[in-house]
């Protein structure tokens, strides 16, 4: 439990400590064991000869990575990373144990909100997406939602890109499917920031970086790495095994194999350019269900990626507000929850994947909806209690006396919109909630859902800067062969 004093006031917050930071230095010495004894395999020349220079130790494409180079490289590392908006306010920084959220990228299919169908998606779908980000007031950053097939598969990142940019003001979470999507995402969002140096000091957008493992680095995410960290803007590197398929089926084992990778990208920011932020990633390898071989999303052992980035004092990503039912039903209700609290509870910085259905293959509107309810009763139950005097409200009471009624005092009147409502969740009698439809759940979040996309109009961007970011849409098209 942590206490902040402000004169008499004292606010406490709820705090969970998922490992001991004794646990968490066995897995960090265990991740420095395998870069220094093991080594990685790194397929980019650039890294290899950028970690050489650095006092690696190089055979071929094997490098060893000294423990020095590791703390040398937490040295520059800056602890807090903000995410600005698009008018330049600073939204989400990323600190301590301040938890923000926002929805996944590229499910192959969605659950239409309109009909019930499950279908694939098109890029109309990730626009009503970003619009329905916007609208909602606990979602505080935007990514890609789905894939859409009426697009070229190989480019769709750009116009991805382009559709958040268009019809959301909160900071963007960019995947790209290859380096040249990269470069088009970054030259979007400095053009809307006003250049390159703008962006830098005020970014809207940070890379997300998938690696197979921890040990086996591709070229394409090394490129990556490098050119985001070269330009100073933030990035999450993600070493993403399995557990036991391509790493230890032990929980333990798994997150040390993946975070020497993590160390690894982290040395390699830092050699490339001091001081270029690092966010890790906040997700432990899913273990592998041996039964139906799939990789499921909503396991309990969660949290121990956070640990160790509050160990390292560094930002850390997480995943939350997602299912591995196929349909909105109770399990998707049930672990949407689970999965939010969990990671709010153990201080995950940036939780995402928020309306992910079937272990992230479909994407829900509704669910987001629905997350962004529990959100608002995650965070009521995050404040924690005042016990201030004026909480506490000793003369009220005995202003009222024995028998008397609060409703009509100065002091409910004050207090009472300070409390949580809910803008789903049912509360009203029975008889009301018949008169209402008896709608469940899932038909209030899709009634929901409709409205904010019928009425909310997010902030365009001006109309000559719309027509600047199509041109590289235009152009990322023209490379496509004919």
């Known amino acids: 439990m942590s206490a902040i004093n402000i004169n008499t006031s004292e606010f406490n917050s709820v705090q969970f400590e998922r490992m001991s930071t004794a646990q968490c230095k066995k897995i960090h010495w265990a991740s420095l064991e395998m870069l220094e004894r093991y080594g990685v395999k790194l397929h980019d020349q650039q890294a290899i000869d950028l970690l050489k220079k650095g006092g690696a130790d190089v055979d071929g494409n094997l490098v060893y990575v000294p423990s020095g180079m590791v703390e040398k490289a937490f040295a520059s590392v800056p602890k807090r990373v903000v995410l600005y908006n698009r008018h330049g306010e600073p939204v989400m920084p990323l600190e301590g144990r301040r938890s923000f959220y926002g929805p996944g990228s590229d499910t192959l299919n969605i659950i239409d909100h309109r009909t019930g169908e499950r279908r694939k998606p098109v890029l109309n779908d990730v626009r009503e997406g970003i619009i329905l980000c ?4 606990n979602i505080d950053f935007v990514m890609s939602l789905m894939l859409p097939t009426n697009v070229d598969p190989t480019i769709a990142d750009t116009f991805q890109m382009e559709v958040m940019l268009n019809n959301t003001i909160k900071p963007v979470v960019a995947v790209s499917y290859d380096l040249p999507g990269m470069f088009d995402a970054v030259e979007m969002a400095e053009m809307v920031m006003g250049g390159a140096d703008a962006l830098r000091q005020h970014p809207i957008m940070c890379g997300y970086i998938n690696v197979a493992t921890g040990l086996n680095h591709n070229a394409e995410s090394l490129q990556k790495l490098l050119y985001l960290s070269g330009k100073g803007l933030p990035l999450i590197y993600m070493p993403s095994s399995t557990a036991g398929a391509n790493s230890p089926v032990t929980p333990a084992g798994a997150v040390a194999l993946d975070n020497a990778g993590v160390l690894l990208g982290l040395v390699l920011s830092q050699l ?13 390898p899913a273990p592998m269900d041996m039964r139906t071989t799939g990789s499921p999303y ?33 399990q998707a209700a049930a672990e949407a929850a689970l999965t939010l609290l969990t990671e709010s ?29 529990i959100i608002g009763w995650i965070q009521a139950f995050m404040r924690g209690i005042d016990t201030s005097d004026e909480a506490l409200a000793l003369e009220v009471i005995k202003t009222v006396g ?22 789903l969740f049912e509360r009203d009698t ?13 038909q209030r979040a899709s009634r929901r859902v409709e409205a904010l996309l019928n009425t909310h109009q997010p902030e365009p961007l001006p109309q000559e800067m719309q027509l600047k970011i199509h041109q590289v849409v235009e152009r990322r098209v023209a490379t496509l062969p004919v």
């Open 402 to 423: 024995h028998n008397g009624n609060y409703l009509a005092t100065k002091h409910t009147r004050k207090h009472y919109k300070s409390e949580w409502y809910p803008s």
């Open 272 to 284: 490339n350019r001091e001081g270029a932020p690092y966010i890790m990633p906040g997700m432990p």
């Open 430 to 442: 029975f008889t009301a909630w018949q008169s209402k439809g008896s709608m469940t759940l899932a």
């Open 134 to 137: 916007d609208a909602l007031p």
């Open 298 to 330: 909503a396991y309990p052992v969660r949290g121990i990626f956070q640990a160790m980035a509050q160990m390292y004092k560094l930002p850390a990503f997480g995943a939350g507000g997602m299912t591995d039912a196929k349909i909105l039903d109770q």
């Open 345 to 373: 509870l153990v201080g995950g910085n940036i939780i995402h994947d928020l309306g992910y259905l079937d272990s992230a293959l479909i994407y829900s509107f509704e669910l987001l909806a629905i997350c962004d309810d």
